[in-house]
């Protein structure tokens, strides 16, 4: 078997797999991967949406990218000084977590008139060694991002840590999506995005109620 048609099969499997959850975004994570394989998933398999993690390999990838196909999305961290590079080539950031992140995407953004998409990256295990913002911070956090008019908030990303086990996912999941309906209820006036589970855990996270999954090796295989 080829690596392209094992690349379709597990993505029809995964497709299995959401089908009971209607309206779950399915995101493919594409650190690694070459473009051609990109090309592949997006246009013969029908992969609409695409996430990477790293600045260079972004712009090292973009102009091959079957772009008119798929949307992207910037998934990892991202330094302020990086902004400038990718704020014309994606469409949402999943990882904002600081106000001088959030004021140099206002300014970049602002400089090109888009309205950037941005989810606010939860550090759930308040980890020492990760980003994002702990829940506590949350609402502090996003009433001093909330005025800005070129950065609209969509919702909110976590990762649980390393190592959690099954229990582990499921009480870290359970806990973000009740931080997130309140987040919702609060301030969005309505649903959002709260993207949720990786290749090892989606599928809790799609019981504790994700409504995105961030998927690269269960897609494409080991990296």
């Not at 302020?80 to 959030?102: G, Q, R, T």
């Not at 919702?184 to 019981?207: K, R, V």
Request: aromatic residues 6%.
């Amino acid at each position: 078997m080829n690596d392209y048609r094992m690349i379709e099969e597990r993505i029809a499997s995964v497709r299995e797999r959401l089908a009971p959850y209607p309206g779950v975004r399915l995101l493919a994570a594409t650190k690694t991967v070459p473009p051609e394989t990109i090309n592949y998933a997006i246009r013969q398999c029908g992969i609409d949406l695409i996430g990477e993690n790293r600045v260079q390999e972004l712009l090292e990838k973009y102009d091959a990218l079957a772009k008119e196909r798929a949307e992207i999305h910037f998934i990892g961290t991202l330094q302020k000084n990086k902004v400038k590079y990718i704020a014309d080539k994606v469409s949402m950031i999943h990882s904002l977590d600081s106000l001088p992140l959030a004021l140099e995407i206002e300014r970049r953004c602002g400089a090109i008139g888009k309205v950037m998409d941005v989810l606010i990256e939860i550090n759930i295990a308040a980890e020492q060694s990760k980003g994002g913002i702990t829940p506590e911070q949350l609402d502090d956090f996003y009433a001093q991002i909330a005025p800005l008019s070129h950065l609209r908030v969509r919702g909110l990303m976590t990762m649980a840590p390393a190592g959690a086990g099954e229990d582990g996912w499921r009480r870290y999941f359970t806990e973000a999506r009740a931080l997130y309906d309140r987040f919702c209820a609060e301030h969005l006036n309505g649903p959002g995005m709260l993207s949720m589970g990786m290749s090892d855990s989606y599928g809790i996270a799609l019981e504790c109620g994700s409504t995105m999954v961030r998927l690269g090796s269960v897609l494409f295989g080991k990296r």
